[in-house]
């Protein structure tokens, strides 16, 4: 098994930033790909951004150049780096990563919820 636990959503101001955080602990060989997907009320969940064990990147396109996804292989963490926030962002955000324990699986952290008021 994999645990996800995030941290670093909240309330903010358009325009300004926030850092979230994904640290997977358990027992496992190793992570593959790590990513964050939100959930806006109403709306079906979306892919923000991923990353590969190999540090490929991939973006919806509402966030280019405004988010940057990362990882730290040797915490086993994932960080999704989130400037210049609009409303829009406003959703839950989901950890998600892909593992391998026994065989490949799809791991999700519980979500937290990000805020941005106009």
């Known amino acids: 098994q994999v645990q996800l636990v995030e941290s670093g959503g909240g309330l903010v101001q358009a325009g300004g930033s926030l850092r979230l955080s994904c640290a997977a602990s358990?027992?496992?060989?190793?992570?593959?790909?790590m990513g964050w997907y939100r959930e806006a009320p109403g709306k079906q969940r979306e892919l923000v951004a991923s990353v590969t064990s190999g540090g490929g990147t991939n973006y919806r396109d509402s966030v280019k150049g405004r988010f940057t996804i990362s990882r730290d292989n040797a915490k086993n963490t994932v960080y999704l780096q989130m400037n210049s926030l609009k409303p829009e962002d406003t959703a839950v955000y989901y950890c998600?990563?892909?593992?391998?324990?026994?065989?490949?699986?799809?791991?999700w952290g519980e979500g937290t919820q990000v805020t941005v008021s106009s």
């Open positions: 998600k990563c892909i593992a391998v324990v026994d065989v490949s699986r799809q791991y």
């Open positions: 358990g027992r496992f060989l190793n992570i593959n790909t």
